[in-house]
Nanobody, 121 residues
């Protein structure tokens, strides 16, 4: 059974870069069947897809966040990472990594537990 675990700082200052890592166990991130995604839930709001990396290495971004987002993978560590630049308090959210069969939220089959990231000075 695949397991995903997010890690990274819980507090980021405005204008800085938010960096998170998702460590995957019980399955390889190079498997062509799956996409490995970052999703967030701001306080009082719904889930928002940030972006995904496919097992093939192709990367997909939410157009509204694309200019500030970078997603990459380290196959040697079976990890994928999120960088969100120039953060503001509006980027405060619980951030999740997940595995899915497609690029929609409805395609997600496995979730990490989530990690709270607060943007504040």
């Amino acid at each position: 059974q695949v397991q995903l675990q997010e890690s990274g700082p819980g507090l980021v200052k405005p204008s800085q870069t938010l960096s998170l890592t998702c460590t995957v166990s019980g399955g390889s991130i190079t498997t062509d069947l799956y996409y490995w995604s970052w999703i967030r839930r701001p306080p009082g709001k719904g889930l928002e897809w940030i972006g995904s990396v496919a097992g093939s290495g192709s990367i997909y971004y939410n157009p509204s966040l694309k200019s500030r987002t970078s997603i990459s993978s380290d196959t040697s560590k079976n990890q994928f990472t999120l960088q969100l630049r120039s953060v503001t308090p509006e980027d405060t959210a619980v951030y999740y990594c997940a595995r899915s069969h497609g690029l929609g939220l409805e395609d997600i089959s496995s979730w990490g537990q989530g990690t709270q990231v607060t943007v504040s000075s």
